[in-house]
């Protein structure tokens, strides 16, 4: 998830040295201090993670996440790491069959 090539600015290079989403399941990371609660950290997390790629994200604009490609990133992670995001690939599944039962009727 994040480039090697490039340096991590803080506070994105704290987050990643307390828990790395790149390699560890982002659905069991905790909080990161006080000064947030587990939603906040994660949220500001992700504009971190999108910042350093140049790129906005809110809540209300998502902006590339938003975007089939996110999407298909998201899906290849829970087949090539079928342990990380278990709620979500659930979720993925849920929708499959909801897809499946529509296509059928």
Sequence with gaps: MFDSRQPLE?????????????????ELMGNYSQDYNHTQFHFSYIKE???????????KNPG?????????EL?????LEPEHLKTF?????????????????
């Design 10 to 26: 803080k506070p994105l290079s704290d987050y990643a040295q307390y828990y790395d989403v790149s390699v560890k399941d982002p």
């Design 75 to 79: 899906k290849k992670r829970i087949t």
């Design 89 to 105: 690939q659930d979720f993925i599944d849920f929708c499959q069959k909801i897809k499946k039962e529509l296509s059928v009727k």
């Design 49 to 59: 993670i999108f910042r350093a790629k140049k790129i906005n994200y809110s809540k």
């Design 64 to 72: 590339e996440a938003k975007n089939q490609s996110y999407l298909d």
